[in-house]
């Protein structure tokens, strides 16, 4: 049986490096691409492969993606992860961050989807996964450009599975809460965010990477074909769908 191969974007660190580190422990082939090295995440898998490279840079994901599939020669799953959420009044966002909000959340996932397609429609069968937010039903009043690109993310979710479905590629999204990692205390989780998201949930704690491990394995899974165009709410109960 061929072994799998998965790509994770934002593999340096927090929930990107807990995917590879997971996928990795199930049994595949595991490459993270990201804008620094991942010297952690390539300590805890074996046989990691590092890319370095800008997601919104077409040029720079197929130099990633040619060494991908020149050590695996295949890939079946590809997951969004990386992803930037500034927080700041509408009224102080500017068109530039508006537009490098959008480059990152919803334009990069176009450009990695399109660019890895053929190397799932070659493997005969395909997982793509988005990673999202449950700031989508929360909607937070400081967020909007996240929101915004979030929303946009899950539009492209369903759409795509209906495009791929013939071709035995689903592609679904994933929608944590706030999930603590080094980012997030330094940024949306400071001065009491933690706290605020998890007052709003009914599971009475903070959402660690850890949280969305099974959930990612289930949507990868090869028995997992008839599961498409699905937007999966991982949330503690901050919101329901």
């Known amino acids: ?10 593999a340096a660190q927090g929930l990107g490096q807990e995917f590879a580190v997971a996928l990795a422990g199930r049994g595949y082939r595991v490459a993270g691409l990201d804008l620094v090295p991942q010297p952690e995440t390539a300590e805890k898998v074996l046989d990691y492969v590092e890319l370095i490279g ?15 599939i020149g050590q695996f020669g295949t890939l079946h799953v590809l997951v969004n992860n990386a992803g930037v959420y500034p927080s700041r009044p509408f009224e102080e966002t500017t068109p530039e961050e508006w537009r490098r909000v959008m480059r990152v959340n ?3 996932p176009f450009l990695l989807t399109r660019a890895v397609l053929p190397y799932l429609k070659a493997a ?3 997982r793509v996964v988005n990673i999202v937010s449950a700031a989508v039903l ?32 689903t592609v679904n999204a994933i929608a944590p ?7 997030a205390e330094r940024t949306v989780g400071a001065d009491g965010g933690f706290e605020h998201v998890r007052d709003q949930q009914v599971v009475p704690r903070t959402q660690q990477p850890s949280d969305l491990v099974s959930t990612l ?8 074909g008839f599961l498409t165009g699905q937007t999966l709410n991982v949330s503690g109960g901050s919101a329901y769908l």
């Open 54 to 68: 800008d997601i919104t840079d077409e040029a720079q994901i197929q130099r990633a993606l040619d060494r991908l």
């Open 1 to 10: 049986m061929e072994t799998r191969t998965a790509l994770v974007t934002g």
């Open 138 to 169: 929360t909607a937070p009043p400081t967020m909007v450009p996240y929101v915004a690109s979030k929303m946009g993310l899950i539009g492209f979710t369903r759409s795509l599975a209906a495009a791929l479905g013939p071709y035995d590629i």
């Open 217 to 224: 394995l289930y949507v990868v899974d090869e028995g997992s």
């Open 106 to 108: 919803l334009e990069a």
């Open 124 to 126: 005969g069968q395909g």
């Open 177 to 183: 809460s706030m999930v603590r990692t080094a980012t």
